[in-house]
């Protein structure tokens, strides 16, 4: 059991939850439940069912959602480095599976890293519409990017910036936006005990505050007709169903929207705000005594109106003829698809050295001034007389989309994820998609019956 839970904190919630307290207080001797959800831009949940050697069972309201045994490490399995999928505890996977996100939606999700939330919303996405990604802080939106690449998402734009500056760019753009709430974190002191040390009431109320104004910016971005989710990992009604109280009394064009009160969910307080709006009812709570998971707090609103129509202003590329001309021969020589498929999904986009494929919905905002870190799938790089592609775009291909591959299994891939050359009996000279169990996993470039591994350095396991 964790023994320094703090003082103020146990106090506060015996006063809320009354004869509930002692139940839950007890749900602190427990070991928390791990968990992966599966990404199905990389595949269907059967054909992994068909291929994995954990030791699993479903989580009963996530579709796509496994528990694991604690002697199972999936974040050390080759599946992980090819983002099969992605480690996120029950209840945060929760919220994007309670958004009715669909293919060609504009998403936002505000609060971004580490990425899971936004991960999710790309797998409903299809890599159509899309997903921008927001987290501000820089050394955590690094850590976004890198898992917005390895689950080979390609419709996502990945920004370092405050949610005020960036309502000034995406004026009722958005017809989805994910708020998961930078919160005090009560509902992690069970998987993070750390998480005590840092709490106190102040800090509460100085989170409090935060939100307010994160979700008074996020209104400013959502289009009518749009939903918002609204999420913390937090028990502190000040956190919860008083800020959302308090959101819909200044904006009276936000309803909460019911939801389903599925296996191990529990109904919004109102009996915890001033006003005890009986709507708030409609929100749900997650608690660790209840459910399968840590704690949790969402609420899911809707703006007034019909849904904004977001047309392209113009789908010019800016490659210069040498460049397209590299491009073209890397595409003819490697992949399997044509140009005109690729261009369905965006416009050919050079920053610098570097291609991306932008989303088209992007091509109707004025960008300049805004902290960018990745602007749609990033294809690859022109060096000196040559187009070099990306392990992003590795991670987002197919096997049946590339002209060659290699594939290997769990137990012979360590060669390659440890960076060394492979030996490869065909005789093909060219880029070669390394692929783990038919997941892609990175480049290879072979010639003469060997394969120069690309797999970057910086993801390069030790021996």
């Known amino acids: ?24 207080i007890k749900a602190y001797e427990y070991e928390n439940k791990q ?65 009715n996100i669909k293919p060609k939606d504009r998403v936002l999700d505000l609060c971004a890293a580490p990425g899971g939330k936004t991960t999710f919303a790309a797998s409903k996405l299809e890599n159509q519409g899309v997903l921008v990604s927001n987290e501000i802080v820089q050394k955590r939106s690094r850590i976004l990017l890198h898992n917005v690449e390895r689950m080979g998402i390609k419709n996502s734009m990945i920004t370092n910036e405050d949610s005020h500056k960036l309502s000034k760019y995406f004026s009722e753009f958005f017809t989805k936006i994910i708020v998961d709430a930078p919160c005090s974190g009560e509902g992690m002191f069970r998987k993070d005990p750390n998480c005590c040390d840092e709490w106190s ?39 919860n169903e008083m800020a959302i109280d308090k959101f819909i009394s200044k904006f009276p064009d936000m309803k909460i929207i019911e939801l389903p009160l599925l296996e191990g969910f529990s109904q919004g307080r109102p009996e915890w705000t001033n006003s005890q709006n009986p709507d708030l009812k409609n929100t749900i709570r997650l608690w660790p005594h209840i459910n399968k998971g840590e704690g949790h707090y969402i609420a899911l609103l809707e703006k007034d109106g019909m849904p904004k129509d977001i047309k392209p202003t113009s ?16 595409f003819k020589e490697t992949l399997n698809i044509s140009i005109d498929d690729l261009l369905e999904d965006g416009i050919l986009k050079i920053f610098g050295e570097s291609l991306y494929l932008t989303p088209y919905q992007l091509n109707t905002i004025e960008l300049k001034g805004l902290n960018i870190l990745r602007n749609g799938l990033h294809l690859g790089d022109f060096k000196k007389n040559r187009f070099e592609p990306s392990h992003h775009l590795a991670l987002a291909l ?43 996993l990175g480049w290879g470039k072979s010639k003469n019956g060997l394969c120069k591994n690309h797999y970057p350095k910086g993801l390069r396991v030790n021996k």
């Open 201 to 239: 009431t102040n800090n509460v109320l100085k989170c409090a505050e935060r939100q307010n104004e994160i979700l008074e910016n996020a209104y400013k971005m959502l289009s009518p007709g749009g939903q918002l989710i609204y999420s913390t990992c937090t028990f502190s009604p000040e956190e």
């Open 35 to 99: 968990s992966f959800r599966l990404n199905l831009l990389k595949g269907t949940k059967e054909i992994f069912l068909k291929k994995h050697t954990f030791t699993t069972s479903p989580i009963p309201w996530i579709d796509e959602g496994f528990y694991y045994s604690k002697d199972d490490f999936p974040g050390k399995h080759p599946f992980h480095h090819a983002g099969v999928y992605y480690i996120q505890e029950p209840s945060a996977m929760t919220v994007v599976s309670l958004l």
């Open 398 to 440: 197919k096997k049946d989309q590339v002209k060659y591959s290699h594939n290997f299994n769990s137990s012979n891939v360590k060669k390659y994820l440890l960076g060394e050359t492979l030996d490869v009996e065909d005789s093909f000279n060219g880029w070669t998609l390394i692929l783990i169990d038919g997941y892609s």
């Open 315 to 330: 789908n010019k590329t800016n490659l210069d003829k040498k460049q397209m001309e590299e491009f073209n021969k890397f």
């Open 1 to 24: 059991m964790i023994t320094k839970l703090p003082l103020d904190f146990k106090n506060k919630m015996k006063n809320l939850l009354g004869d509930e307290y002692e139940e839950f």
